[in-house]
């Protein structure tokens, strides 16, 4: 056997070569079926493309705390396409100040964080405005609550809007829109106006 210069090779060398040569061969072919494998098994395995956080019944929780805590918390009717993704109450807070927690999702995956505070102090209020400093760009019609923003510099939620009565007071964090936040409002105002 010869090479292209007029060589003869020998039997080892041509073997050599003809092993090298196919284990190239061999690799690239285990690289296409490994390849293979996976698109199909891409292909084929079902995915669940639905919400990963699941709805909260806050006012069945709300209805357990009022029981132990005897307070009326806010639970406010929402309005179509939102829903309640946590609810939370804490009666043995540090700093003595009793807190309910509803978080709210809306139909563009806006939200609102509400916290209602019992025997609020005016270091709590301060301490929810944190970072936060007066919006007198709000375009809202509600006159009775205060719309802040975050501050020059502050990774804060867009809106944060704050309300005290008799000693309650309620925070919304939020990224909805003035007009959403309006409707909270009324509806947060109204169900506190119905409390005994």
């Given amino acids: ?21 196919q284990t190239v061969i061999n690799l690239v072919l285990s690289l296409v079926a490994c390849l293979g494998i996976v698109i199909v098994t891409v292909l084929i395995v079902p995915r669940d493309d639905s919400n990963r956080i699941k709805p909260v019944d806050y006012q069945a929780a709300a209805l357990t705390a009022e029981a132990s805590s005897k307070l009326n918390l806010v639970t406010p009717a929402l309005p179509e396409g939102w829903w309640a993704n946590q609810a939370r109450w804490n009666g043995n807070a540090a700093d003595g100040v009793k807190t309910w927690k509803v978080g709210f999702v809306g139909p563009n995956n806006q939200y609102v964080g509400m916290t209602q505070g019992f ?3 005016p270091t709590w209020i301060a301490l929810q405005t944190v970072g936060y400093v007066p919006n007198s760009e709000s375009t809202a019609k509600n006159q009775t609550w205060t719309k802040w923003k975050p501050g020059q510099g502050t990774d804060g939620d867009p809106q944060l809007w704050t309300f005290e009565k008799d000693g309650i007071a309620v925070t919304m964090r939020s990224t909805a829109n003035d007009e959403e936040l309006d409707l909270f409002a009324d509806l947060i105002e109204t169900e506190m106006g119905q409390m005994k």
């Fill in 119 to 121: 025997g609020v102090n």
């Fill in 1 to 21: 056997m010869s090479n292209l210069n007029g060589q003869k090779l020998s039997p080892e060398d041509s073997a050599a070569k003809h092993r090298a040569k």
